[in-house]
């Protein structure tokens, strides 16, 4: 499911004295079937970015095509875009509001008007992909830990069988354990389900580790967009743009400066260590 | 005084929701209702912290780390008697939060900055909102002024003190927040995972006014984070588990129990982590590595 924009822009509360330009212009291609991440600092236009890609938000002038088809041509189609691209916002948890945790999941199929056995082969497919063993299913959601608790809310979003998963801050708040196994399992699910996510954090570890391309977002517009090694590299570009390379880039560079000879992009634990190994010998 | 905060023997539980006495028995029938429902018996209550002792000294910058649900946040709540123990004692400067007539001075001691920025700012320019606090304090309006100015001027945000608030970054509304508390004159800020919601910009500027404030303000900060990298800063980590402080000691000391710490849940710093697979590797290294400047520092040094 391949995303096109085209020269996208949104104006907040337009024409009025409180108009805030939020996107300008942006251009950019997603592949079918791979890993973005998406960074920005606070009030950079992630969040309307990607509130565009399901007609959560209407562009004030541009184009949005997913798969050819331009997702805000067509109202009768919003059901069928809206289902194909499905949206996990932040603290998703917070949406959560069944009697059990398999009703939960359940709602969005239901409301779709699937069959009863279509519901079920989903909604127990979902759970499990979440790693939400079968005796919690009949548990009240708001029993479960924190990080269980999302994973219900991801799982009711991957019960609609999204082709685009957007994630927004998937891990914000979990313990360092809540947050691997969150993104372990998007991982995972990227690889067994082939769908196209987007991962918008602001944990420069976790998107080091996690995607395949990096789309960098400031003042509503696409900066910089490349594979991690290519963007955290350039330190200094990512600190005027209010953000930062990961821990490992930064003692990468201060080793650099002091002059052992290291390569230029290195920004994970594995690699550092493999490299000053290297430079030691 | 040894201690400015001290806990002995704290448990705290969370009280399950009442239920009419006939109705506690496991597997009795409701007999009232029409519908016959099975009414379970309400779980035991578990303590969400179970015989907590601690101290922390004046002027001392002490992380808590622990997974969700150890207790951090519980514990941090008993600091300013949001919440009051089932049993044992928490002192802050000598008083027993459980003494009612001190709570206000307990509370004017003690200031929390929580995770959502959003939820902590109440008025429509910066500086009523800093003035907040020492308005209902029954402050002298040009003490309050005062104050104000030197808040905003402590965490860099003076130049704003005009504007509405939520045209403001999360790290700016969070100093704006930490404005507020200081304008209360507190002896100990809490930040309880202060910086979660933020961007690394914004994390930076939080950890950097809360360490300056503990260095030249003198004044005691707690703070409970699930950053590995930012409890490095830290004088001294705290670790909690399942409602125990399981941990105690230098960030140098804490970060080299690797497995101990991921067996709970958390995690070390990326500079730790590196300085242990070196070692591992054979690289002679010394111990108590947490910052990068002090890996690199190591490194240099072994060459």
Known sequence: MAIEIKDLCHTY??????????????????DSGSFVGLIGHTGSGKSTLVQHLNVLLRPESGQILIDGE?????KARLKAIRTKVGLVFQYPEHQLFDMTVYKDVSFGPKNAGLEEDEIKERVEAALTLVGIAPELWEKSPFELSGGQKRRVAIAGVLAMRPEILVLDEPAAGLDPRGRNEILDQIKQMHETLKITVILVSHSMEDIARLVERILVISHGEIVLSGAPAEIFAQIEALEAL???STQTAYIMRDLQAKGMSLPDN?????????????ALK | MEYIVKAEGLVFEYQAPPVAEDLKKPGKKAEKIEIEVEIEAPPAATPALDGVDMGIKQGEFVAVLGHNGSGKSTLAKHINCLLMPTSGTVWVKGIATSDEEKIWDIRQSVGMVFQNPDNQIIATIVEEDVAFGPENLGIEPAEIRRRVDESLATVGMSEFAGHPPHHLSGGQKQRVAIAGILAMRPDIIVLDEATAMLDPIGRREVMKVAKQLNEQENITIILITHYM????????IVVMSEGKVVMSGAPGEVFTHIDTLQGIGLDVPQAAEIAHKLRLAGVALPDGIVTGAQLVEALWQSK
């Open chain 1, 13 to 30: 509360s337009r024409g009025s004295a409180f108009a805030k330009k939020a996107l300008n212009q942006v251009n950019l291609t997603i």
């Open chain 2, 229 to 236: 990298d930012e409890a490095a800063l830290a004088d001294r």
């Open chain 1, 242 to 244: 209010g953000l930062s």
């Open chain 1, 266 to 278: 290195i920004f994970t634990v594995e690699d550092a260590v493999a490299a000053i190994l290297r």
């Open chain 1, 70 to 74: 331009d997702i805000n041509a067509d």
